[in-house]
């Protein structure tokens, strides 16, 4: 499968507790979005990555939020002392760089905080 | 007033309807519009894509365009009980997607 892959697909952990979340986009695509939905809604923006750069990041993105992507292939996106509002579906997506074609999107992180 | 309007249904039509799904927008920025599908607990998927003003076929989807008005359609012919799902337009500007919230479809059998 040569798609945007997201590990793990649900989380459940304690408030307070620190997570992390993988994504490995499609292979030749430059960029790599994360975005967080809540039911209802759609995507937020949080973040994005040109290769290795994060060039962006959203007012949303408190500091308790850190995006990683050291060699511009995979991406981890960290939330340290969780709060029962970070409970959302975290999204993946992956494009490249210029001009046509939209982002493609990972299934989803659900992550529940209790 | 959002960027982005789209209702959020629920629309439920007969297996085999023809369906309409829209969505209206502010910014004349707006650069390129997709159509995204999301079955429930998934991630998006996107369906179509177009940049110009006009329509753009793919199987039974047909993607509309009007930017004169800021208007954004999804048409979907002989609708499937498998056509059941959210669909999310959304418009790039610059780097950024903006999203609408998304409309919730059923297609009966």
């Known amino acids: 499968d040569t798609g945007v892959s997201q590990d793990p697909r649900h989380k459940i952990t304690k408030r307070g507790q620190n997570v992390t979340f993988r994504c490995d986009p499609i292979?030749?695509?430059?960029?790599l979005y994360w975005y967080r939905q809540t039911l209802g809604q759609g995507p937020e923006f949080l973040t994005y990555?040109?290769?290795?750069?994060?060039?962006?990041k959203s007012r949303l993105l408190s500091d308790r939020f850190s995006a990683e992507r050291p060699k511009g292939s995979f991406s981890t996106l960290e939330i340290q002392r969780t709060e029962q509002g970070d409970s959302a579906m975290y999204l993946c997506?992956?494009?490249?760089?210029?001009?046509?074609?939209?982002?493609?999107f990972g299934p989803g992180t659900r992550l529940t905080v209790l | 007033q959002k960027e982005v309007e789209q209702d959020p249904g629920p629309l439920s039509v007969p297996e085999g309807a023809i369906v309409s799904l829209n969505c209206t927008y502010s910014n004349s920025a707006f650069q390129y519009f997709m159509w995204y599908r999301q079955y429930s607990r998934k991630g998006p998927e996107l369906l179509m894509y177009t940049y110009s003003s006009g329509n753009k076929e793919d199987g039974r989807f047909t993607a509309q365009v009007d930017k004169s008005s800021k208007y954004i359609s999804l048409f979907i012919r002989d609708s499937q009980p498998s056509d059941s799902a959210t669909y999310l337009c959304a418009m790039r500007l610059n780097r950024k997607l903006i999203w609408g919230l998304g409309t919730s479809l059923a297609v009966n059998p």
């Open positions: 997506a992956s494009s490249l760089v210029q001009g046509a074609g939209g982002q493609f």
């Open positions: 292979s030749e695509h430059n960029r």
């Open positions: 990555f040109q290769n290795e750069a994060q060039l962006e």
